[in-house]
T-cell receptor
């Protein structure tokens, strides 16, 4: 079955270290997205990519970086510049400009100690 | 700026009570609307979506939502809730004709007492 795989499910890192979250999809979707979920704040868009080798900042991109070298993959790096990185991170994909909606991964919970 | 507002942050109901969760979006033009649910410890699931056509949309698990363009609203309803409906509910919207970015409301935590 097609879907989105996020790994790992739980991730612990020391303060000041960069960490990369994986997101892979086999849905042949062109667009991919990274969201951050915090209690009481809903989901906020970090970065999105409509096509390979192209991506745009979302609403809270500071302290994060992404790459889109392959259609299937959209890794997110949480850098040491992110002041409050502990959160739940969700990856999503879609076929833009269609009515098919969005597919979400199961998320990665990052805890920085 | 585009935004999605959910009026209720926490709703507490008894089983069999009726549910209505409010959602408003802030921009005109073509818009696609979604309701997602997140059960405790689980990932986001799509309840229903509106793209065009009949403004009354039926989703899974007995949920429905009505798109009222004049009110910029997309409220979620269920006539009789169950304990298993306890979850967090998110309203979301995107501009169907442009970038496909999805904007979320802050979520409503629904607690249903048996």
């Amino acid at each position: 079955d097609g879907g989105i795989t996020q790994s790992p499910k739980y991730l612990f890192r020391k303060e000041g270290q960069n960490v990369t979250l994986s997101c892979e999809q086999n849905l042949n979707h062109d667009a991919m997205y990274w969201y951050r979920q915090d209690p009481g704040q809903g989901l906020r868009l970090i970065y999105y990519s409509q096509i390979v080798n192209d991506f745009q900042k979302g609403d809270i991109a500071e302290g994060y970086s992404v790459s889109r070298e392959k259609k299937e993959s959209f890794p997110l790096t949480v850098t040491s510049a992110q002041k409050n990185p502990t959160a739940f991170y969700l990856c999503a994909s879609s076929i833009p400009f269609t009515s098919r909606g969005y597919t979400f991964g199961s998320g990665t919970r990052l805890t920085v100690v | 700026a585009q935004s999605v507002s959910q009026h209720n942050h926490h709703v507490i109901l008894s089983e069999a009570a009726s549910l209505e969760l409010g959602c408003n979006y802030s921009y005109g033009g073509t818009v696609n609307l979604f309701w997602y649910v997140q059960y405790p410890g689980q990932h986001l699931q799509l309840l229903l979506k509106y793209f065009s056509g009949d403004p009354l949309v039926k989703g899974i698990k007995g949920f429905e939502a009505e798109f009222i363009k004049s009110k910029f609203s997309f409220n979620l309803r269920k006539p009789s809730v169950q304990w298993s409906d306890t979850a967090e509910y998110f309203c979301a919207a995107d501009r169907g004709s442009t970038l496909g970015r999805l904007y979320f409301g802050r979520g409503t935590q629904l607690t249903v007492w048996p």
